[in-house]
């Protein structure tokens, strides 16, 4: 990557999740590798622990225009289109990964991306259920793929969901799972030690007690029968 490459990240995200934790991941781990990383969200008080820790990271963060309208309003879309327009003008990023929480979210900003044919990758962290999309989302949905877009979700799963809702042949997205963007810092014996007696202390368990944890609910759509 040249050393004046610009990144721009795109979330409608209202409330923090596993979606912006990925957002939050990924553009720490851009920073090396790209001159300039921009994340652009909602201005809503449940993202503003997402825009601190961004910005603490050395992130540029920015405000887009992202609303969820249901049933599809033209008008939000047309709006909101214009404000993500506005800022890949402004910004003229050379990459852009627009991260989506779920279906029904993110028609202003693909729209947005391919009208400016901005080179793109359209990254679904979740699509956990079906939703339905009218005849006007799933044709510019169609024509922005066939743009300068790459479209990725995180399992087998949620690409089946996505391309069932969209009419389209399960080979047209990609599956990309979610794994460690970077290595986490070797533990101590002191330090596992320290940790177990904090949780043990937290969760009320006894020392002799076996725990076993999980990062994330078991649900079909994780994918878990890919799951080593």
Same mark, same amino acid.
């Given at each position: 990557?040249?050393?004046?490459?610009?990144?721009?990240?795109?979330?409608?995200?209202?409330? #923090?999740?596993?979606? $912006?934790? *990925?957002?939050?991941?990924?553009?720490?781990?851009?920073?090396?590798?790209?001159?300039?990383?921009?994340?652009?969200?909602?201005?809503?008080?449940?993202?503003?622990?997402?825009?601190?820790?961004?910005?603490?990271?050395?992130?540029?963060?920015?405000?887009?225009?992202?609303? *969820?309208?249901?049933?599809?309003?033209?008008?939000?879309?047309?709006?909101?289109?214009?404000?993500?327009?506005?800022?890949?003008?402004?910004?003229?990023?050379?990459?852009?990964?627009?991260?989506?929480?779920?279906?029904?979210?993110?028609?202003?900003?693909?729209?947005?991306?391919?009208?400016?044919?901005?080179?793109?990758?359209?990254?679904?962290?979740?699509?956990?259920?079906?939703? *339905?999309?009218?005849?006007?989302?799933?044709?510019? *949905?169609?024509?922005? #793929?066939?743009?300068?877009?790459?479209?990725?979700?995180?399992?087998?799963?949620?690409?089946? #969901?996505?391309?069932?809702?969209?009419?389209?042949?399960?080979?047209?997205?990609?599956?990309?799972?979610?794994?460690?963007?970077? $290595?986490?810092?070797?533990?101590?014996?002191?330090?596992?030690?320290?940790?177990?007696?904090?949780?043990?202390?937290?969760?009320?368990?006894?020392?002799?007690?076996?725990?076993?944890?999980?990062?994330?609910?078991?649900?079909?759509?994780?994918? #878990?029968?890919?799951?080593?």
């Amino acid at each position: 990557m040249t050393s004046s490459a610009r990144l721009g990240i795109f979330t409608p995200a209202t409330a #923090r999740g596993g979606s $912006e934790e *990925y957002v939050i991941a990924a553009a720490r781990r851009a920073r090396g590798i790209y001159a300039h990383v921009s994340v652009y969200l909602p201005d809503v008080s449940d993202v503003q622990s997402v825009r601190e820790e961004l910005e603490a990271e050395g992130v540029s963060v920015g405000t887009i225009d992202a609303p *969820y309208a249901e049933p599809f309003s033209e008008a939000e879309h047309l709006a909101a289109f214009h404000d993500a327009w506005q800022v890949l003008e402004r910004e003229r990023f050379d990459h852009l990964l627009i991260v989506l929480p779920g279906i029904e979210f993110g028609g202003p900003l693909i729209d947005a991306a391919v009208s400016f044919d901005q080179p793109t990758v359209v990254l679904y962290q979740l699509a956990g259920y079906d939703h *339905y999309l009218s005849t006007v989302e799933r044709q510019f *949905y169609t024509w922005a #793929r066939r743009g300068r877009q790459r479209w990725l979700t995180v399992s087998t799963d949620n690409r089946d #969901r996505l391309c069932r809702n969209l009419g389209w042949d399960t080979s047209a997205i990609e599956v990309f799972p979610n794994g460690l963007l970077r $290595e986490p810092e070797p533990l101590t014996p002191d330090d596992t030690r320290r940790y177990r007696e904090v949780l043990r202390s937290k969760l009320g368990v006894a020392p002799d007690a076996q725990i076993c944890l999980t990062v994330a609910r078991l649900d079909p759509q994780k994918d #878990r029968k890919s799951t080593r």
